[in-house]
């Protein structure tokens, strides 16, 4: 069964203060593993698709990373908007047929200032 | 580009009467769109898959008489929660992949219904 486990399940920072969050899974086949940030109230954004072991992703102070049974989100001297749910969440060949994800619980992000 | 749009964005409704929530791709055409329900400072949780011109498809443990979804065309899918009980009031949010793209490319999600049942 497809699973996907992430930590810490939050995690404060001080402006400036980089640091990385983990998702961790299990899957039978990976078609794709997915990054979203969500901010309280809203549905997710999409922010990085990764598809094989050794690929990364940037997009401003977040770098997403991929290996064979986990991913990486780490955050470079991270700012207060950048507080947020960050979830993770794979798409394995099981969920092929119709592109069903598996998402994890998520990492609460708050940046003090 | 990729936008979806999710209507209400809140409703509050007595018990024992149907919400209909409306979930449409802006930009895009979906032939799959997919119904999430979320519970507070938990993950989403995915209801059904909505196929364009057929049947949904449930998800274990979901009600289909419950809630019934139509995806009657290529940008709009709906999630009806019938005889709404307070046991019900969650945030439901709908995403969509766009029908040109490949498997394993990313869904792209409303902003969510908050339904409150009293």
């Known amino acids: 069964e497809d699973q996907v486990t992430q930590s810490p399940e939050a995690l404060r920072l001080q402006e400036g203060e980089s640091s990385s969050l983990n998702c961790s899974y299990t899957?039978?086949?990976?078609?794709?593993l997915f990054w979203y940030r969500q901010d309280p109230g809203k549905g997710p954004e999409f922010l990085f698709t990764?598809?094989?072991a050794g690929e990364e992703k940037e997009k401003e102070r977040l770098k997403a990373t991929l290996t064979k049974k986990e991913s990486f989100l780490h955050i470079t001297a991270p700012k207060p908007e950048d507080s947020a749910t960050y979830l993770c969440?794979?798409?394995?060949?099981?969920?092929?047929?119709?592109?069903?994800?598996?998402f994890g619980t998520g990492t609460l992000l708050a940046v003090q200032p | 580009g990729a936008v979806v749009s999710q209507h209400p964005s809140w409703v509050i409704c007595k018990s024992g009467t149907s919400v209909k929530i409306e979930c449409r791709s802006l930009?895009?055409?979906?032939?799959?769109m997919f119904w999430y329900r979320q519970f507070p400072k938990q993950s989403l949780m995915l209801m059904a898959t909505?196929?364009?011109?057929?049947?949904?498809?449930?998800e274990q443990g979901v009600e289909k008489d419950k809630f019934l979804i139509n995806h009657a065309s290529l940008t709009l899918s709906t999630l009806t929660v019938t005889s709404a009980h307070p046991e019900d009031s969650s945030f439901y949010i709908c995403?969509?992949?766009?029908?040109?793209?490949?498997?394993?490319?990313?869904?792209?999600f409303g902003d969510g219904t908050r339904l409150s049942i009293l």
């Open positions: 909505s196929n364009e011109g057929s049947k949904a498809t449930y």
């Open positions: 995403s969509a992949r766009d029908r040109r793209l490949g498997f394993g490319q990313p869904q792209h």
């Open positions: 990764l598809y094989s």
């Open positions: 930009d895009f055409q979906a032939t799959t």
């Open positions: 899957v039978s086949g990976l078609r794709g």
């Open positions: 969440a794979v798409q394995g060949l099981d969920g092929g047929a119709t592109n069903k994800l598996i």
